[in-house]
């Protein structure tokens, strides 16, 4: 069974405001939003995906346009505000915060990577540009004027509202030592299939798997790995739009927004802690022993330890998160000043992620999630129970599971880069 595409172009559920916000008038519209994203958890769980109503959420207050070029309709603001947005997000309803990211984040290859032309075709004024991207190739068969493509993609996050598909492909006929082609498949030739929400946690991140079979022109096309994109000396996009953060590797990108959802997450279990304890009473002394009358929990000196700490650690965890959103834009700053991108620099900031994502996912699971108590996390109805599931899947996740192989990677790069070793 397929799926139809709830927001397809023509809708008219991209119309887009006039006003020009900042950055810091988006994150307040983000947090704005988290009284309806938490009266929607359920919802979203049960549909697989975010609602209609939370798009329009979205696209009213400008949420998909925050990374998108300014001279194409958007606001072309950098990565450390990007991040802030997906943390604000998450901190009302994980699994949007999910999907949202997975799918606006790729406006970025579209940017960087694609000539002007295309671009002012894709990137649309009343529309976003909503594109989830997956690594797995499929294949390509050359044709008149581009190339006919066919693939299945499992697990293309962010599909529900997808205006477009980013993949891979093989090329027919071409060795496997030939660069892939990157494309970008229009919504007409791909179909998503009803197989998501049977999992643990992030059900509602619309990671459904997503069939391609169709014609795409040659221009929306680029002969590069979604993985390791050549960047040196900046691109198209970097150029055309006078933005740094156009000129990176993207591969960082991926583990990064993921950390965010991951933050948020946390964040989302501290409130739920607090809550929970507002309306408890505690005994003092041991059980069946105490002379003390209850005493609210939030009074209680364990709690309170319990809260500081957590809140101690989660901002740590989220100012080395956005520090990390900066020190991705200055990477391409240095990547066009210096001719060429350090691969060390993408290596640096993705295990950076993984460290920062294993700081909020141990938080909230050792001291809130447990903190709170088995009533809160063990019954199905219960947010805390809906953290605990959705950290899970977030630290078994490809990206966070990669953490002993990126530390690797990065003790020898970093080795190779002193003259400390031999390559």
Known sequence: MSLDYVGAPGSGLGRFGEETPTPEDLIARAVALRPQLLERQAEVEALGGYPPSTHRDLLDAGLYRVIQPRK???????????????????????????????????????????????QRELFS??????????HTPGLADAVDGGYVIKGTFRYASGGQYASHYIGQATVVGEGPE????????????????????????????????????????????????????????GTIGSSLHDEPGYAIRLNAIFFTELAAVAVGTAWAAYDEFKRVQAGRQIVLGLPGLSTTAPIPALEHERVQTQLGGAHANLAAAELALLGLGRSITQSGRDNIAEGAFN?????????????????????????????????????????????????????????????????????????????????
Request: charged residues 20%.
């Open 72 to 118: 194409f309709g958007g606001y072309q603001f950098d990565i450390a505000t990007y991040l802030k947005i997906v943390v604000e997000i998450a901190r009302g309803c994980p699994s949007t915060a999910w999907s949202y990211a997975l799918a606006s984040a790729h406006q970025l290859q579209l940017a960087s990577l694609y000539p002007e032309a295309v």
């Open 125 to 134: 004024e009343t529309e976003p540009f909503l594109a989830p991207l997956t």
């Open 343 to 423: 691969p060390l620099w993408d290596v640096r900031h993705a295990t950076t992620s993984i460290t920062i994502g294993r700081l909020a996912f141990d938080t909230a699971m050792d001291t809130l999630i447990r903190g709170a108590g088995s009533a809160p996390t063990l019954r199905n109805d219960q947010r805390m129970q809906r953290y605990a599931r959705d950290l899970t899947t977030y630290w078994v996740h490809a990206t966070s599971t990669a953490r002993e192989m990126m530390h690797s990677w990065l003790g020898k790069m970093e080795l190779l880069e002193e003259g400390l070793i031999d390559g």
């Open 178 to 233: 030939a660069t892939p082609l990157l494309f970008i498949a229009p919504h007409a030739i791909f179909t998503r299939r009803d197989d998501w929400g049977n999992v643990l946690g992030m059900r509602g991140s619309s990671s459904n798997t997503i069939d391609v079979e169709g014609f795409v022109p040659e221009r929306y096309t680029v002969r590069q790995r979604a993985t390791d994109v050549d960047v040196d000396g």
